[in-house]
């Protein structure tokens, strides 16, 4: 059951200025899309509303202190769902599916990067203004395992060589 953090990433760790991040590439969208689809994003409130919609194809779990504010769409499959922790935002994805993507904020991927088995980073060549970082990627924790080259950035995997802790 892997846990993958899912980010993009400037070349100084900038993801954001707290309401949207600083590169949108048509190409990263969309891989971003099909890797997804399909599978529940733990995300928070901030991360949420920066996207703007419950995305198809995929269930988002909005973390936030007041989960009665957040406009939860009816029917089925249930698109979205909103709590109030990262515990129950993880035991609501596991009850879901077998693959989980922590989608954002910065405090969400610090709050979660001791239960992620996985990174799938955009790694942007160029640095970026902003305040929200990514967690630093320790090579004590965590091996590259693909580098796709693309340009301007490349899609970089790396995989947890530090055991996990034990999962609840």
């Not at 249930?78 to 922590?102: C, K, M, N, P, Q």
């Not at 203004?129 to 970089?156: K, M």
């Amino acid at each position: 059951m892997p846990v993958i953090a899912i980010a993009i990433v400037a070349s100084n760790g900038v993801i954001g200025d707290g309401t949207r991040q600083p590169f949108e590439y048509a190409e990263d969208w969309a891989r971003y899309k099909q890797v997804t689809l399909g599978h529940p994003m733990i995300m928070g409130r901030r991360t949420f509303e920066a996207i703007g919609r419950w995305l198809p194809g995929r269930t988002t779990i909005v973390i936030t202190r007041h989960p009665e504010n957040i406009e939860v769409p009816a029917g089925e499959p249930r698109l979205g769902y909103a709590v109030a922790t990262l515990e129950d935002a993880f035991a609501l994805a596991h009850s879901l599916d077998d693959t989980i993507f922590v989608a954002g904020g910065g405090r969400v991927y610090r709050e979660a990067m001791d239960q992620v088995d996985e990174l799938d980073l955009t790694e942007v060549h160029h640095p970026a203004e902003g305040s929200v970082l990514f967690p630093t990627i320790d090579p004590a924790v965590w091996r590259e395992t693909r580098r796709e080259p693309r340009g301007e950035f490349d899609f970089v995997g790396y995989a947890r060589i530090a055991p996990l802790p034990p999962r609840a």
